[in-house]
Structure formats: C-alpha cells, structure tokens
C-alpha cells in the first residue's frame, strides 16, 4: 500500500533529522571521533610504521582492514603515501623534501599540506623509486587505486543514511582530519614548534610527550631519530597510543613487531674504551649526545651560579636553547650571542669543543674501527683530566657502555 505523500514528506524529514540511528547532536559527535580516530590509527599503524618503515608486519586481515578503511575515510593510495613519506625522509629539509617547513614555509605546510602531497603524488619518479613492497593485487590494481575517489563517494552515502543531513558534517570532518593533522600538523609543526629529545640530523620535533590525539606522531623527534622503530615513546613521561594498540594487535596473533629503539646498555667501567664500547656509542649515538646535553646543561649552570654578573639576557637565552645543539643546526642571528657565552663560561666552551670532536667518532669515514677506539680513548682521557665534573662524569658513563 502507498503510502500518502504527507507520509512519504514525513518520512523524508524523519530521515533527514535523523538518519537510521536516530542519534542525538552528541552521540553523532561522540561516533565522528571515533571515527576520526580509527582513521589515525590506520595511518600511523599501516601506512607509517607497517608501510612505508616495516617497523611491524601485519597479518592480512588486519592490513586489509586498515587499506579499507583508508579507502573508504581518506582515499589514500599505499604506495602514494609510502613513497612520498619514504622521499621526505631521504630527503628531510632539503629542496626535494616534499613538505618540509624550512623549504616550502611553516604557512604554505599548515594550511595546504594536503597540495603539497597531490602534488608529489604525481611525481611518478617518486614512487617508482620509493614505492618498492606496496600492495599490488588485484583489487588494489583495479579499485584502490584507479578507484580511489569512489571509496570517500561511499563513506558520504553511509553517513548521510545513518545521521540524516548531519552526515554532511560527520563526512566532512572525516576528510579533513588527515589533511589537518597529518599534512598539516605533523609535517608543519613537528618540523618547527616542540621539544627535543635527540639531535637528529633534521628539525624533527615532539609537539606532545603524550601521543594521543594523532595517535602517537606527536612524538616526530623521536620517530625522526629511530625511524624504523615501532614505539615512539622513549622516554618514563612519555605515551604513544599507537604502541598500546600495536600491542593489543601483538596479543591477537595480528601483528609482529620487528624493531624497537635500542637502549643503550651499560655494565662495569673499563679500564679504557676499546672497540665494543666504540660500537656502543657509535648505535646509540643519539641517546649518547642527549646524555652530553644534559651534562653540559648543567656545567653551564655550575658556571653561571659562580659568576657574580651574569651575561646579558639575550645571551643567557641563546646559550640554554643552543648551545648544545650541533652547530649547523644554530641559527645565524644567536652565533654571535653563543660566542659571548663562550667566553666568560670556559667550562663551556671547553664541553662544546669535545661535543664535537666526539661527533667525529662517527662522522669521521677516513679511519678505521682500531683507530677510531683509540680517538674514543684518548677523548675520554682528555674528558677526565679536564677538571670539569659533569664532563669527568659523562666520560666514565661512557667507559659503561656495552652493546
């Protein structure tokens, strides 16, 4: 039986206030998150740590699940992301880096990331040389990725039947929060804004020390230090959501875990560095250099609570934000500040002589493995005979070091 037309108008209006679920204003926003948020974990668990840094390996079914869903919310192609991801860290802050802030403007990442990843999507040497080990089976051949639009044109149409005309707005912050966080905010920020634990060779910073809200990638630092690391949280007051869920996948038989950060180990104190301390320090080179920065840290504040007139503001600043820093990395307008603090804090000056000459221990190709754990040895010498404690203290923590 027909139903009459002010049924049917009805009916209509019925659906359009409320969709199939008949959710209220904060149910619909409750399930947008969840949502959202199950389309982060997809990307830093699949594309990132599984795709583009085979951190982990993912049993079948949960990778499927994850390219599906990626499908349906966001319209990422695999190896699109996992070449341009993979190029940006080859590449990192140089003129092929392809969202780097330092190359393109803080402005020009945050607010158009997401032009900034179509475009080098189209790069096709992009992803024939970094797009190696991508899905490439049949129905990534002939949906995923001839298809892509198709799957977010599906996920409009299921919001739309279940939340009414709200679905509109559930859909569209569907397609905007990786564009926002991940094109935006991890690329932008997390290259410009935020704390350091390491001294990576790029401006990789941790936005959070707690990675919830994009699911870990907070913690870009540390990714950019160990990147093919499956946890990113490496310090006690550190979280990274994507590890607990990477865990509860381990658990499940639907996930294994194939490299974590290395911690570095340590035992009695040698007689004198010899070749395995060298390879100690030379694997965990980054944890090594954050302990020096925090012994210089301190060595400066020895110095400064000695001195009865202190340096001037500006260069007292400059000196705690830079000045254990590697000096490529300082910028040009507080060199000269540096050089003033320098000269009234000899300690200092002579702790940022040795950082560098111990940053040669792997950066210096021309000697060989003996010679270069004699250089360790001599540098620890010079590091203990120098009168200065913190730097005494680090050498002798540094004869510790085992593999």
């Given at each position: 039986?027909?139903?009459p037309?002010?049924?049917?108008?009805?009916?209509t209006?019925?659906?359009?206030s409320y969709g199939?679920?008949?959710?209220?204003?904060?149910?619909?926003?409750?399930?947008?998150?969840?949502l959202t948020h199950?389309?982060i974990?997809s990307?830093t668990?699949?594309?990132?740590?599984?795709?583009?840094?085979?951190?982990?390996?993912?049993?079948p079914?949960a990778?499927h699940?994850f390219?599906?869903?990626?499908?349906?919310t966001t319209?990422?192609?695999?190896?699109?992301?996992?070449?341009?991801h993979?190029?940006h860290?080859?590449?990192?802050e140089?003129?092929?880096?392809p969202?780097?802030?330092?190359?393109?403007?803080?402005?020009?990442?945050?607010?158009?990331g997401?032009?900034l990843?179509r475009k080098?999507a189209?790069?096709?040497?992009?992803?024939?040389?970094?797009g190696?080990?991508?899905?490439?089976d049949?129905?990534?051949?002939n949906?995923y990725?001839?298809?892509?639009?198709?799957g977010?044109s599906l996920?409009?149409?299921?919001?739309?039947?279940?939340?009414?005309?709200l679905?509109?707005?559930v859909?569209?912050v569907q397609?905007?929060?990786?564009?926002?966080?991940?094109?935006?905010?991890?690329?932008?920020?997390?290259?410009?804004?935020?704390?350091?634990n390491?001294?990576?060779?790029?401006?990789?910073?941790?936005?959070?020390?707690?990675?919830?809200i994009?699911?870990?990638e907070?913690l870009?630092?540390?990714?950019?230090t160990?990147p093919t690391s499956?946890?990113?949280?490496?310090?006690?007051?550190?979280f990274?959501l994507?590890?607990?869920?990477?865990?509860?996948?381990?658990t499940?038989?639907?996930?294994?875990?194939?490299?974590?950060?290395?911690?570095?180990?340590?035992?009695?104190?040698?007689p004198?560095?010899?070749?395995?301390?060298l390879?100690?320090?030379?694997?965990?080179?980054y944890?090594?250099?954050?302990?020096?920065?925090?012994?210089l840290r301190?060595a400066?504040?020895?110095?400064?609570?000695?001195?009865?007139?202190?340096?001037a503001?500006?260069?007292?600043?400059?000196?705690?934000?830079?000045m254990h820093?590697?000096?490529?990395?300082?910028?040009?307008?507080?060199?000269?500040e540096?050089a003033?603090?320098?000269?009234?804090?000899?300690?200092v000056?002579?702790m940022v002589?040795?950082r560098?000459?111990?940053?040669?221990?792997?950066?210096?190709?021309n000697h060989?493995?003996a010679?270069?754990?004699?250089?360790?040895?001599a540098?620890?010498?010079?590091?203990?005979?120098?009168?200065i404690?913190?730097?005494?203290?680090?050498?002798?923590h540094?004869?510790?070091a085992?593999v």
């Open positions: 039986m027909l139903l037309n002010w049924a049917w108008l009805d009916a209006l019925n659906w359009l199939l679920l008949h959710f209220s204003g904060w149910q619909v926003f409750i399930v947008t998150m969840v199950i389309t974990a990307v668990i699949y594309l990132h740590r599984h795709s583009a840094h085979r951190a982990l390996d993912l049993h079914i990778a699940f390219r599906f869903w990626l499908w349906l319209a990422q192609v695999t190896k699109e992301w996992t070449s341009i993979r190029k860290h080859a590449k990192c140089q003129a092929e880096d969202h780097s802030p330092h190359i393109h403007g803080i402005k020009t990442v945050l607010f158009t997401a032009e990843y080098e189209e790069n096709l040497e992009t992803l024939e040389r970094f190696h080990g991508t899905p490439n049949w129905i990534e051949r949906v990725t001839p298809h892509s639009v198709l977010v996920m409009l149409v299921i919001d739309l039947a279940l939340f009414g005309a679905g509109l707005t859909w569209a397609m905007m929060w990786i564009p926002v966080t991940a094109a935006g905010i991890i690329n932008g920020a997390a290259h410009y804004w935020g704390y350091r390491f001294e990576a060779p790029d401006a990789s910073t941790n936005i959070s020390p707690w990675g919830i994009i699911g870990g907070e870009h630092n540390n990714h950019h160990y499956a946890k990113l949280s490496v310090k006690p007051y550190e990274d994507g590890w607990l869920y990477i865990r509860i996948l381990e499940c038989g639907l996930a294994t875990v194939k490299k974590t950060v290395p911690k570095l180990a340590f035992g009695d104190i040698k004198v560095a010899d070749e395995k301390t390879e100690a320090v030379i694997a965990n080179r944890e090594v250099m954050a302990n020096y920065a925090r012994q301190l400066m504040n020895q110095e400064l609570s000695s001195m009865s007139t202190l340096p503001d500006s260069v007292l600043a400059a000196a705690k934000r830079w820093r590697d000096a490529e990395k300082v910028p040009a307008a507080v060199v000269g540096l003033q603090a320098r000269a009234v804090l000899p300690d000056d002579t002589k040795m560098e000459e111990l940053r040669q221990l792997w950066l210096n190709t060989n493995r010679q270069l754990a004699l250089d360790l040895q540098w620890c010498k010079r590091a203990e005979t120098s009168g404690a913190a730097l005494q203290e680090f050498s002798m540094l004869r510790a085992r």
